[in-house]
């Protein structure tokens, strides 16, 4: 079930305040600095953490590093310094199979959708298995396809696109489904990984307005209703306020806003475009 707007992202609130202290939580960054080649650092000195349950979106303009630094979260890009503790496990200088048993727990969920266009919504969501026992050092062939999954592994998959809302679709193509569909799907696929923990990079941007407020809120309401914490970084002022607890904003590579998003309003943050 979507969850209606609660708010309206115009709605003055409180002026921002301080963020808290660092505290523990799922995810926690500490000194983190990140330079391509020659070029001045992208950021540097980024320090913020992510309780569990949390919703949190990650804002800047472009070229803010706020992709990047969500990758460099799961060393899919490499940081040049400090800490990152996934599960209270440190990420950085961790070897491959530790690393991958940490990602297995981690959802990852592109603007681009990522699915296998000749295959069904059902086989796509089954891929998230792939985490799973990639994880384990296990690699199957019967997780390709629903045709060849085992049962129980198609059971779950019908129910995590069910969760999604896509249960009656699960056996059309991928490359007939919409864009808020294929959005849906990648979803179900990170559900179906048991993923503790979802990052989104820009998930909205490439669906119309009423297809990317759809999973938007469909993110809120796993966030809300299953406590799925939920790290994206987006442009859109409105989501951020309304389908996350707090704003974390990037500018000029460092954080200049870590504040709930109750104590801020759409002012607060166009300041970060000018």
Known sequence: MLLDAERDAATPHAPARPAPALSSGVLEVAGLAKRFGADKPVFSDVSFAVGKGEAVALLGANGAG??????CCLRLIEPDAGSIKLFGRELVGASAAPLRELRARVGFVFQRHNLVPRLSALSNTIHGALGRSASAGLWSPRLW?????????RAEALACLARVGLADIAARRADR????????????????????????????????????????????DL????????????????????????????????????????????????????
């Open 66 to 71: 706020k992709s990047t630094l969500l990758r």
């Open 145 to 153: 396809s629903q045709a060849l999954a085992p049962d129980g592994l």
């Open 177 to 220: 489904l919409s864009g808020g569909q294929s959005q849906r799907v990648a979803v179900a696929r990170a559900l179906m990984q048991q993923a503790e923990i979802v990052f989104a990079d820009e998930p909205a941007a490439s669906l119309d307005p009423a297809a990317g407020a759809e999973v938007m809120a469909l993110f809120a």
């Open 223 to 274: 966030n809300r209703r299953e406590k799925l914490t939920f790290v994206y970084t987006t442009h859109n002022l409105a989501h951020a306020l309304e389908f996350s607890d707090r704003v974390i904003a990037l500018r000029a590579g460092r954080i200049e806003i870590d504040a709930p998003t109750q104590s801020l309003r759409a002012d607060d943050l166009r300041g970060l475009y000018g």
